[in-house]
């Protein structure tokens, strides 16, 4: 299939190059046609006058000869016949049909029994036609001689043979198809150099690769969920996809009362001013735009700016659906949990089966008996407590995974009383609440691995408490306190005891609690423990 695309393409390129050669060398051949045809008109015309123009030369000369002897006069014109190439035969003729001069010498002094010229039709005394002689079919001119008198004493003509005619005449063909083919020739090389020239300009590609690639884009950009809007340096909008169209308000499928084309074009050019125009005067994407349409669609916009060797020759912007993006991480997030406490689980299952596999070993039966029912107990009493308190998937796939991990670590993880999660109540994104919740119960646990060595109970305290309008978050830890000399650092970017390339969670939280308008604190004694509190309300929430 792939060969077959290819010879498809190649034979392409060709037939444009054969319709081109055709088209080439079928206009210069109908040139070279029509410039030999006017050629050998003129050529005969030439031929024509020039055999009167010697006729009238040989009269006058004549005139001034006709009383010298005749071998003079035979000199006189072998001399002016071999000085003309276009000339072939001359001869004078008196009144009484006597051949007084022949270019042929036998002739001379001969009857001459050829056509006579009638100089009653020609006035001026001298005409050109075509007749047949004795050295075969001609071209004559005839010119008639007088004497001081004014009376008619012969005449004289100048003859071209048609074979010499015809000679001329095949060379100017000849000469005319051997430039033709020699400008055929040319033609095809600058063609063929055009062509070559042409391809390095499409990158390498045929012709017919830019439409199927033309095609293939308007299929991939138009079937994306993204909107796509791209602009050239003067900010004129070139290309956009129904997906950007519909996110903008202006999607075609709606009626043209709503929305017709005028419209259309003014919302897309009013949105590439408001936020491609910067990007291409100053070169730089910008990324992560968030704003809402007059339609109430929540986007997040990134701007690239598009650059053709070194030069800002436009700028493209990607309209991301925000919703669509909160529901799949919030989707990830989710699974990614669930992932994490499977895994967590698996691990605790299996220490949990080898205590009992020690008790059956050791015939304490009851024992195992007993363990089992405990872990069984404590194992529904943990996930129904999660599962009925908080609504949220993902934050409860969390709080699940977070319950395995700290049973990992060998810490007990403690589900306040009352905790209570409901979505209705407040609009915090679930991603939100993941990164937030997450970066706490993880740093509760990192600082109770620090401190191992004492006799100190293990204990992860976590709360989460919903009203209409208001969230509160809490994490205590039994670890090892935050020194006074650096509680005011521990938000601070890079910042971490935990040694290099840390110091990102606790920053990155406070960061997300801020932008969403909350605020988050902490108490901590060192070797007792920390506590630490985040509370969203307003307008937000």
């Not at 290819?6 to 029509?34: A, P, Y």
């Not at 609690?513 to 605020?519: D, F, I, P």
């Amino acid at each position: 299939m792939k060969n077959q695309r290819k010879n498809s393409l190649t034979d392409i390129r060709h037939e444009i190059q054969r319709i081109q050669l055709i088209l080439i060398i079928v206009t210069t051949i109908f040139m070279s046609i029509g410039g030999a045809v006017v050629n050998v008109n003129a050529s005969d015309k030439a031929f024509d006058q020039n055999l009167q123009e010697t006729a009238g030369l040989i009269t006058r000369i004549y005139g001034f000869m006709k009383e010298a002897p005749r071998r003079d006069l035979c000199i006189t014109m072998d001399g002016i016949a071999a000085e003309l190439a276009d000339v072939d035969v001359i001869s004078i003729v008196d009144t009484q049909n006597i051949r007084i001069y022949h270019t042929n010498h036998n002739l001379i002094g001969k009857e001459y029994d050829g056509t006579h010229p009638d100089f009653t039709s020609h006035k001026k005394g001298f005409y050109t036609e075509s007749d047949i002689g004795p050295s075969g079919p001609q071209r004559r001119s005839y010119s008639a001689v007088y004497d001081e008198n004014g009376n008619y004493i012969g005449f004289i003509m100048t003859i071209m043979l048609k074979t010499s005619i015809r000679s001329f005449t095949y060379k100017i063909v000849l000469l005319f198809v051997i430039v033709t083919l020699a400008a055929i020739i040319i033609e095809i090389a600058i063609c063929r150099a055009f062509s070559r020239k042409l391809k390095r300009r499409l990158l390498g590609y045929e012709p017919d690769t830019f439409t199927s690639m033309y095609r293939i884009r308007e299929n991939i950009l138009e079937s994306t969920y993204d909107g796509i809007i791209a602009v050239d340096s003067d900010n004129n909008i070139e290309f956009s996809n129904k997906a950007a169209k519909k996110m903008l308000g202006c999607d075609e499928t709606d009626s043209t009362e709503h929305c017709d084309e005028k419209v259309s074009l003014i919302k897309q050019a009013v949105f590439a001013e408001k936020y491609l125009s910067q990007v291409i005067s100053s070169g730089t994407a910008d990324f992560g735009i968030q704003t809402e349409t007059e339609n109430g669609t929540a986007l997040l916009i990134d701007c690239i700016p598009v650059k053709e060797d070194g030069i800002i020759s436009g700028a493209v912007a990607l309209l991301h659906d925000r919703t669509e993006y909160t529901k799949l991480m919030e989707e990830l997030a989710g699974t990614k949990y669930l992932v994490d406490s499977m895994r967590a689980n698996n691990h605790d299952f299996t220490n949990k089966l080898h205590v009992i596999l020690g008790l059956i070993q050791i015939g304490e039966y009851d024992k195992a008996v007993s363990y089992i029912e405990n872990i069984s107990i404590i194992q529904r009493e943990t996930l129904s407590t999660v599962m009925h308190a908080v609504d949220n998937a993902s934050f409860a796939a969390l709080l699940i995974g977070k319950i395995a991990r700290a049973s990992e670590c060998n810490v007990k993880f403690i589900l306040k009383d009352g905790i209570r999660f409901k979505s209705s109540e407040v609009a915090v994104p679930s991603e939100a609440l993941v990164t937030i919740a997450g970066n706490l119960i993880d740093n509760a646990l990192d600082a109770m691995n620090m401190n191992l060595n004492n006799d100190r109970p293990r204990e992860l305290e976590f709360g989460v408490f919903t009203k209409p309008g208001e969230l509160l978050i809490t994490v205590r830890d039994t670890g090892c306190g935050i020194p006074a000399e650096i509680g005011d650092r521990i938000f601070e970017k890079g910042f971490s005891t935990k040694g290099s390339g840390r110091g990102v969670g606790m920053y990155h939280t406070k960061q997300l609690v801020e932008s969403l308008g909350g605020t988050i604190s902490f108490e901590s004694e060192k070797d007792i423990g920390s506590s630490f509190m985040v509370l969203l309300k307003g307008s937000y929430v």
